[in-house]
């Protein structure tokens, strides 16, 4: 339980952070090359692309995996 809070934690965090990156390269970053901004935008977005495929397998509901008993072979 205490895990998957952090996880979630972590998560949003780097969510939330990944559209701040690319919040201020757009609007505050005017002095600085249109390759510099490109470089940047990809970044966050790939924060903000890797914070949406965690949440998505977050909360994809996962069961634990069938283990087979085996019959104990008798001689």
């Not at 979630?8 to 201020?24: K, N, R, S, Y």
């Not at 470089?39 to 397998?57: C, D, E, R």
């Not at 994809?60 to 104990?72: I, S, Y």
């Amino acid at each position: 339980m205490w895990q998957q809070g952090m996880n979630w934690a972590a998560t949003t965090l780097v969510g939330v952070f990944g559209v701040l990156w690319v919040g201020v390269v757009v609007f505050a970053a005017t002095d600085v090359s249109i390759w510099a901004r490109i470089g940047q935008t990809a970044f966050g977005s790939i924060l903000t692309g890797w914070a949406l495929y965690k949440a998505v397998l977050l909360l994809r509901h996962t069961e634990p995996k069938f283990a087979p008993r085996h019959r104990r072979v008798r001689g």
